[in-house]
Every structure is written in C-alpha cells, then in structure tokens.
C-alpha cells in the first residue's frame, strides 16, 4: 500500500453513523406516515436491515442519500415468504430479533459464515422469557434461526453483558409485548435506541441504568439526520495524529457522550483536537473535529469506557504503538465475539509489521515507539482490521500486503476515496 511518505491535510465529512441508521430503518418502517432519512449509511450492513423490511412489505426508496420509508405500523409488517438474510450484520440479527419476537408470524433468519458463529444466546435468552418460541442450532444461541412471535409478556431483565444490542432487542420487543418492559444494563452503553424511541414517540423513560418501555398503539413518522460515523472517523483522526506535519478537520459527526470513549483516550495520550460547530439534533449531539499531529503517550484503558469506544480499539492500538510508553487495554473481551476475535487479530497484525504488542485474556499490552516495517497479513474479512492496515501502511518503513480490502464496504463504503483525498506526499 502506502509507506512512510504521506501526510494528512484537509477537510472531510464520513458517511452516516451505522448504528444510528439501522435504526431508523427500523422504526421508520413500523411508524405510521413517511419518514425520510437523511445521511443514510448506504453500506452492506445497513442494507441488509433495508432489505429484510422490503420482504416484509415496507416501500423503501433511496433518492441521493436520502432514503425514504413509507412506514407500515406496528401491526402493518406481513410475514416474508423467503428467509431474512442478515448478512455479516450483528446488529440487523439482534435487533430484528426483538422485534420478530414481537410479530404474529414465522421467520427464518439466517447469515453469512461470519455471522453464523456469533453467539445469539444473549438476545434469545430473555426474548424466550418474554414468549417468543425459537428453534435454532444449539438451543438457538446460533444462526440459522426460526422464530414464532407474538403474545409477548414484557419482563424486568438484568442485562449480565454490557451491550447495547441486546438492550435495544429487548426495547423493540417491549414495543409489542403486554406490559412494560424494563432493562437494567451493568453500566451505560450507546443510547441511540432511547433517544430515537422518544424521537419516534415511543412511550419510554430512563433512569440511570434502567430503561422502561410501554407497549405503544403506534408511532409517529419523523425525519431523522444521521450524523457522521465517529468510529469510522477514528481511523482518519488517528491518521492525522500519528503522521508529522498532519492536520485534518472532519465536518458533521455525531458526538454522543456514549460513543466518544476515543476522543477521551486522545486526550490522554496527547492528542491535539478541538470541537467546533456543536448542535443537537434529534437527540444527538453533532459538531466539528479538527486534529493536529502531536507526540502520544501511552495510557490504561479500561472499565466504564470501554463500551464507548469498543469498536475503536483496533486503530486505538495502532496509535499505541506510536506513542511513547506502555498502553494497556484491559475489560474487552467484547472483542472476542465481534466479527472475528478482534483481541487476537490486532494482536496477530501489528507483529507481523513489527510492533511490540502482547495479547492478554480480555485485551492487550502495548510497548510503543516501534518503527513499523511492513509485511504481508490478513484483514480475517473485519471492516475494522482491514481500515487499520490500511492507516498502518501510512506509517511503515516498507510495503503491506493483505489479503483482502472488501469488507471495509460493511461500514465505509468510500473509505478509500476519502483517504486519499486527504492525502500529501512529503516535500524534502
């Protein structure tokens, strides 16, 4: 790819936040009215979710980037006559699992090889609490599954992992169940499900770490902005705060305190940013990030921050090491079952190009300063690995080589586009 012969400068906007736009996919579809979704992330994740409320009989078009939803109701969405596939999308699988959960019909539901191994059993646990009956491979905790809803009783459930899917599952499901349905969650994740719900005017209240939902009549179509993507916006920050010479402004990205875990890790390894331009919309905060090369230090990270920034963690350790000192990553073992065990991927990828890093039982431990010298590695088919070689590659003595760049399509369809419109070759 690269080499050490580029530096960062320029002004960019990144695609819609993914899981801000699965959702309004979601509850676009079962409101009543038109709602139209400005900023969508056309990526293949997101499509996935478009596509399953298309074969349940929901009118969705795309003009530009904005995509239109003729909503169905609650009680409007028919039973598809083909399986839903889902694709490499964890989020379209447990969310559309809470809210299958809750309709009069049957459902197959299926993914790619990725998926297929991805534990479910965290989401399907307390749906079969609330009266779904499941059928699937060992006692459903994996995909392919088949699903009978409807007759949901809501529940009060201690969410035991801290996830934000199966938090939302649970909230889709208590939209049809009987009752109220409350969630207890360990400690705060991503709250884009509540704030959506309320913006869709689903009855809901949150109190702390405890999130109550009624079942609704109906909800009301409204018009949703979609920020830009701030972990699709690390790995361009990070790019810009590791190569000499870098400044970098990135227009319009979503700015929710629960997803903004990698900003605070900046700060504490010496990264130089400021936020401009901030404003609220629909409940998410949205502004400006401009960023300027400065040396790093290495940090601890761990505990309460880690959800919110769970997804940032491969290119937070290649900043790691460039940066000064020791960093520790600790309390991820969330990582595990993300698209590939991401501990062992980032570990297996930044020695192969020469860092010193070691993989530890929930994270990773990494000695920085090491000059990075290339090499040939996998992308293991993760969006999130393969945009870390790539920003890799920026700062390696030698040449990368890997496998395969297509996944990034998941998340960052123009990943490349934009990367290279920021780029500047050195001038000696």
Known sequence: MYKRKYLIKGELQVPGDKSISHRAVILGSIANGRTEIVNFLDS???MRTVEAFRLMGVSIQKNDNVLIIDGKGLHGLVEPTMPLYFGNSGTTAR?????LSGLPFSTLVYGDKSLTKRPMERVIKPLQQMGVQTIGRKESNYLPLALRGGSLTGITYNIPVKSAQVKSALLLAGLLANGKTTVIEQGQTRNHSENMLKAFGASIE???NMITIDSSMSLKATDVYIPGDIS???????AAAIIPGSNLVIKNVGLNETRTGFLDVLTNMGGLYTLSNIRDSGGETIGDISITYNELTGTVISGEIVPRLIDEIPIIALLATQAKG???????????????????AVVDVLTKLGANIVETKDGMEIVGGTNLTGGTVSSYDDHRIAMMIVIAS????DIVKVDELQSIAISYPRFMQDLESVLRKYVV
């Open 44 to 46: 293949e994740d997101c």
């Open 95 to 99: 969310l559309m699992l809470g809210l």
């Open 206 to 208: 949150v109190e702390d």
């Open 232 to 238: 699709s916006a690390a790995f361009l920050l990070a």
């Open 326 to 344: 020791k960093t520790i990553i600790k309390d991820a073992s969330e990582l595990r079952v993300k698209e590939t065990d991401r501990i062992h």
């Open 394 to 397: 920026l700062v390696t003595t």
